[in-house]
T-cell receptor
């Protein structure tokens, strides 16, 4: 069974640009969550999508957005990038039907903002 | 709001020895789960062990076990017979019941070094 796949693994952007990250969950999983990991703030929850609907949202500005497609693949977008957005962005999938269950994480997308 | 605290930023252990990582949490929920996740240098987080609060018996997974003290809100992880492959960042995590468990509150993490 394939794991959670995140693309791209690494990317470099400049301030003011926007970025889109992609996450393919484990087959059959309908819940996709996104987390931001930084040395200063640690792991912080961004949002969760379940069956194409945002089910939960963390305390991030509106520049951070996401969506989920009918095949459960998810994308997150960050607009007007700031230096502080440099982070490892982790995606996690779960069945989403009963909880709380184990979250399966991808290897992350490392974003550097210059 | 739930909070999770790991007071040991770094720990080290000799290969084959035992180490205990500490975690405390705060919650107003009466029934909940607690997790320990491991993040090795490859960065992929994997679940190490899970504890259900209503179960009095401490969870065990091979060399990994927990000491769950519900009244004290303490959830420590014991690694026995430590191996080089255990070297990683370990995170204690609390899944919010209000969000179907998908929203994890993580502790700050403990970097574990295993010395040969």
């Amino acid at each position: 069974k394939a794991g959670v796949t995140q693309t791209p693994r690494y990317l470099i952007k400049t301030r003011g640009q926007q970025v889109t990250l992609s996450c393919s969950p484990i087959s059959g999983h309908r819940s996709v969550s996104w987390y931001q990991q930084t040395p200063g703030q640690g792991l912080q929850f961004l949002f969760e999508y379940f069956s194409e609907t945002q089910r939960n949202k963390g305390n991030f500005p509106g520049r951070f957005s996401g969506r989920q497609f009918s095949n459960s693949r998810s994308e997150m977008n960050v607009s007007t990038l700031e230096l502080g957005d440099s982070a490892l962005y982790l995606c996690a999938s779960a069945s989403g039907l009963t909880g709380p269950g184990e979250l399966f994480f991808g290897e992350g997308s490392r974003l550097t903002v210059l | 709001a739930q909070t999770v605290t790991q007071s040991q930023p770094e720990m080290s252990v000799q290969e084959a020895e035992t180490v205990t990582l500490s975690c405390t949490y705060d919650t107003s929920e009466s029934d909940y789960y607690l997790f320990w996740y491991k993040q090795p240098p490859s960065r992929q987080m994997i679940l190490v062990i899970r504890q259900e609060a209503y179960k009095q018996q401490n969870a065990t997974e091979n060399r990994f076990s927990v000491n769950f003290q519900k009244a004290a809100k303490s959830f420590s992880l014991k690694i026995s017979d430590s191996q080089l492959g255990d070297a990683a960042m370990y995170f204690c995590a609390y899944p919010s019941q209000e969000t179907s468990g998908s929203r994890l509150t993580f502790g700050e993490g403990t970097q574990l070094t295993v010395n040969p």
